[in-house]
């Protein structure tokens, strides 16, 4: 039987009241006075105009480890539980939340950002010693994790999933994507110890298992664990390679017998880099005042800002937008799996979205920054008698949000195009403004 984005679905203990969800960016609520309240202010429209399920933007599970400002950082269960009332909100308007848990590893921003290097207590987390080509990008090198530091963030994981149960999230999701710890731990290029967390391409995946049992522990069996993960790695430069999608639907089986509830397996560049956004070099943004300004007080130097405005022109290049990117490697993964797999990826019409999941590529579709333009995007894409129904997203992935989320700025749409070509589309409609 044909599957559409209104069916509702189950994962593990959670029923969800259709097949759309807010794929997990960054609000910029973490280094705000009431993170709760910013949070809301972005989901809760979402979830009255139709939404089933919010999964909320990296939340850091230590003090440090963060790869924005505007990350939420829990450091002690009183920050968690300062969220209940962004969760209880959310549950009101009649949807559900997750929240992501992962660690930046050596991309924090501890590794480059002049503020938090002029603190950090130690030098960034890393599986091992970083490439060569890599070690430019970092300020002071990195530490290599022992085995027991490894232990420690494991059981760190299930503590704070624990705590999320605690303020009323209907599950976690770990972050094993866009470069940070936990995908580091999977990557070839990323990852060379010779403990039992590193290895081929099997023992790799053993952070992830151990994360998993310890979450069980202790915030309960029966408590929804989801995993994003990289299931396909880009390397800019020529190096070994990376991880391949054979290595990409292995993890997707073990964690399938280790019990994760569901997967959104990605590609992403074994750098940080546009690969995991696509779209077009943010000119714009570079260029406003506010905006150098922040950044250059961040990097310290116009080289630096130089650097990586050359390392965003070069991925977008390299990894230019095209609708679902993510296709073969979600479609290969739901061919290999019996719990659900979350499409996410350059998905942008309501028509997409039908197409993926009645082919049977996937269970659950994913849109993230269309959701900064279009608060209220959920309900023309889940209702077909909208008048706008059949349009593409207003988002045209121009990645001015980028540069701005780096910095923990707030989560909003930057384009003065895409905002003036909404006032003009509700204006011809005769729709509220979003």
Not at 204 to 231: F, H, S, W
Not at 240 to 269: C, K, N, S, Y
Not at 372 to 401: F, G, I, M
Not at 419 to 432: C, E, F, N
Request: aromatic share 6%; net charge positive; with cysteine.
């Amino acid at each position: 039987m044909s599957v559409s984005l209104r069916d509702p679905i189950t994962l593990g203990t959670l029923t969800l009241r259709n097949r759309l969800y807010r794929a997990p960016v960054l609000e910029g609520a973490g280094s705000a006075p009431n993170p709760a309240a910013v949070y809301a202010r972005h989901f809760v429209p979402n979830i009255e105009a139709g939404l089933a399920l919010v999964i909320q933007g990296n939340t850091i599970v230590n003090p440090e480890g963060r790869t924005s400002p505007g990350m939420s950082v829990i450091g002690d269960r009183e920050r968690m539980l300062a969220l209940k009332p962004l969760t209880d909100a959310v549950h009101r308007a009649g949807g559900r939340i997750i929240t992501q848990l992962g660690h930046g590893g050596s991309f924090s921003l501890e590794s480059w950002h002049r503020d938090y290097v002029a603190v950090r207590t130690s030098p960034p987390f890393a599986p091992s010693p970083l490439p060569l080509w890599i070690r430019s990008l970092h300020r002071g090198g990195v530490h290599v994790m022992s085995t027991r530091e490894v232990e420690e963030l494991v059981r760190r994981f299930g503590i704070v999933a624990a705590w999320a149960r605690e303020a009323g999230y209907d599950g976690v999701q770990l972050a094993g994507s866009n470069a940070k710890l936990l995908h580091q731990f999977l990557s070839p290029v990323h990852n060379r110890r010779k403990d039992r967390y590193g290895g081929d391409a099997t023992a790799r995946t053993t952070l992830l298992r151990e994360i998993r049992e310890a979450i069980a522990r202790e915030a309960g069996a029966d408590y929804p664990v989801l995993l994003k993960y990289t299931a396909v790695e880009g390397t800019p430069v020529r190096q070994r390679r990376g991880i391949t999608l054979e290595d990409g639907v292995l993890t997707a089986r073990i964690a399938e017998q280790v019990g994760f509830a569901a997967l959104t397996p990605v590609h992403a560049d074994v750098v940080p880099n546009t690969s995991i956004c696509r779209g077009q070099f943010p000119r714009g943004a570079l260029r406003r005042k506010g905006i150098k300004h922040r950044l250059l007080s961040a990097t310290g130097r116009r080289t630096r800002n130089l650097t990586l405005a050359a390392g965003l022109w070069l991925s977008t290049r390299r990894t230019p937008f095209e609708p679902v990117w993510n296709r073969a490697i979600f479609g290969a993964v739901k061919q290999a799996v019996n719990i659900p797999v979350f499409a996410v990826g350059g998905i942008r019409t309501a028509q997409e979205a039908n197409a993926i999941l009645a082919d049977g590529q996937a269970d659950m579709i994913g849109i993230g920054r269309p959701f900064y333009a279009e608060p209220d995007l959920a309900r023309r894409l889940l209702n077909e008698s909208d008048p706008n129904h059949d349009r593409e997203a207003a988002c045209k992935s121009c990645n001015q949000c980028l540069i701005p989320q780096m910095l923990g700025m707030p989560g909003v749409c930057y384009s003065p195009t895409v905002k003036l070509s909404l006032r003009h589309r509700d204006a011809k409609t005769g729709t509220a403004a979003a």
